[in-house]
């Protein structure tokens, strides 16, 4: 079965610091890889979606990479702000079984400004 | 505006009353899930459907059952409900090879006393 597993749980930073979050997985059988953005108490926002052939994509301050072969993926946050304070989540679609969707438990990230 | 549409938003029910929560996609997707969140365990999948009439258990099944009988909805039932069902729930959408990403409902709050 497929684990996620996102490091660190929880990150501090002051705000303007570049920063890079973690999540890795154990079954590189996948068809995509999501990033997802949850405030508390809330819906979960879709950052970044990397397909298993790509490997990063770009959206504003946001670049995530994958690195399939070694079940790794990294979300750079550039230049962070308060409201980027959240938590964030990896989740892969994987092909091995039932295709399926696993979820990382979270980088919770506070933004101090 | 293409959307995953979960009712209600808020419920609290007592234990043992039979409940329905629903869940609508409006983008012809095949593949919807329903997923419960819980503080320290992350999101744990309950049951998920790769397409119309064609249902399997995720992680956590014991307590809920869902079906498809048509493409756009996948509701979620508690027939007898207990408080260890309390938890938010998401519904959530995709192609079937999770092409285009997957997209979530706002969530459900449930509360069972």
């Known amino acids: 079965k497929q684990e996620v597993t996102q490091i660190p749980a929880a990150l501090s930073v002051p705000e303007g610091e570049n920063l890079v979050l973690n999540c890795s997985f154990t079954?590189?059988?996948?068809?995509?890889l999501q990033w997802f953005r949850q405030d508390p108490g809330k819906g979960l926002t879709s950052l970044l979606l990397?397909?298993?052939?790509?490997r990063e994509q770009t959206s504003g301050r946001l670049n995530a990479s994958l690195d399939k072969s070694s079940g790794r993926s990294t979300l750079y946050i550039a230049a962070s702000q308060p409201g980027d304070s959240a938590t964030y989540l990896c989740?892969?679609?994987?092909?091995?079984?039932?295709?399926?969707?696993?979820f990382g438990t979270g980088t919770r990230l506070t933004v101090i400004p | 505006e293409a959307q995953v549409t979960q009712n209600p938003r808020y419920l609290i029910t007592v234990t043992g009353k039979k409940l329905t929560v629903t869940c609508s996609q409006n983008?012809?997707?095949?593949?919807m899930s329903w997923y419960r969140q819980d503080p320290g365990l992350g999101l744990r999948q309950i049951y998920y459907?790769?397409?119309?009439?064609?249902?399997d258990k995720g992680d956590v099944p014991e307590g809920y059952k869902v079906s498809r009988k048509e493409k756009r909805n996948f509701p979620l039932i508690l027939e007898s409900p207990s408080p260890n069902q309390t938890s938010l729930y998401f519904c959530?959408?995709?192609?079937?090879?999770?092409?285009?990403?997957?997209?979530f409902g706002s969530g459900t709050r449930l509360t069972v006393v």
């Open positions: 959530a959408s995709s192609f079937s090879t999770g092409t285009y990403g997957y997209t």
């Open positions: 079954d590189s059988a996948i068809y995509n």
């Open positions: 990397i397909q298993s052939s790509q």
């Open positions: 989740a892969v679609f994987t092909i091995t079984g039932a295709n399926n969707l696993f």
């Open positions: 983008m012809n997707h095949e593949y």
């Open positions: 459907s790769m397409n119309v009439e064609v249902t």
